[in-house]
C-alpha cells in the first residue's frame, strides 16, 4: 500500500485559533491560544482512511490509504509573512481560519487567498484546495450579539474565489475523535482534488524513460 504524503498549512490573523487546532491534532489535548506563533511549527500526523475511488466500470470500491500528513502552524503577524509564504507554497492543503465573533479577521480573508494565489501562481489548481473555517462558534452561542460575520459572507468568499467553504466550528468545544473525523473530511477534500502525488511522478517517469528510449527513424 503505498504512503500519500500532504503538506496542510494553518493560516489567518492571530488569535483565529490556529495554534489550538495544530496542539489539538497533534497532542489530544486543546488548549486555548496564549502565546503566538513565531515563524512556523510543524508536526508530523499519520492516518489511515478508506476512500470511495471510481474503478473500471464505473464501480466505486472503497479503498484503504495512509497518509502522512505534514502540519504546519504558521505565525498571523505581517512580520513573519515573508517567511510562512515559502511553506505554503508547497502545500496541498490550506486551512484559512477567520474569527466568526472578531470582523477584522475575516476582512483579512480576501487579502490571505490573494496573497496565496498570488505566492503559487505557477501551480495548477488541482495540485492545492484552500479550505476556509470559521473558528469560535461556541461564542456566539453563549451570546449571539458575539456574532460579527454571517455564515452567508463566508460562503460568498468561498463563491468568488472558488474555494472550498469548511463551515463554522468550535475547536474549544469539539471532542478530540469529533476534530479528527472533520480533519479525516478536510484531507479527502484534497484527496479528491490532488489524488495520490506519488502516482503522478511513477506515470511522468515512465513517459519519460519511454521518451528517451526512442528513436526516430
Do not use: H
Amino acid at each position: 500500500m503505498s504512503n500519500i504524503n500532504y503538506k496542510f498549512i494553518l493560516l489567518g490573523n492571530p488569535g483565529v485559533g490556529k495554534s489550538s487546532i495544530f496542539r489539538y491534532l497533534s497532542s489530544g489535548c486543546f488548549k486555548a491560544d496564549t502565546i503566538s506563533t513565531i515563524g512556523v511549527d510543524k508536526k508530523t500526523l499519520y492516518y489511515s482512511y478508506e476512500i470511495e475511488e471510481l474503478q473500471k466500470k464505473k464501480k466505486i470500491k472503497r479503498v484503504k490509504k495512509d497518509f502522512t500528513i505534514s502540519l504546519f502552524d504558521t505565525s498571523g503577524q505581517e512580520r513573519y509573512r515573508a517567511i510562512t509564504r515559502n511553506y505554503y507554497k508547497s502545500a496541498e492543503g490550506i486551512l484559512l481560519l477567520y474569527d466568526i465573533t472578531n470582523r477584522s479577521s475575516f476582512e483579512s480573508v480576501e487579502s490571505w487567498i490573494e496573497q496565496i494565489k498570488s505566492s503559487i501562481s505557477g501551480k495548477l489548481q488541482s495540485d492545492y484546495l484552500i479550505i476556509l473555517i470559521g473558528n469560535k462558534l461556541d461564542l456566539v452561542k453563549e451570546n449571539i450579539s458575539e456574532r460579527k460575520v454571517t455564515e452567508k459572507e463566508a460562503k460568498d468568499i468561498c463563491n468568488k474565489y472558488d474555494i472550498i467553504w469548511g463551515e463554522e466550528q468550535s475547536i474549544k468545544d469539539i471532542k478530540f475523535e469529533e476534530l479528527n473525523k472533520l480533519f479525516e473530511r478536510y484531507v479527502k477534500l484534497v484527496y479528491n482534488i490532488v489524488g495520490d502525488k506519488n502516482k503522478k511522478k511513477q506515470k511522468e517517469i515512465k513517459v519519460d524513460k519511454y521518451k528517451k528510449k526512442r528513436k526516430c527513424i
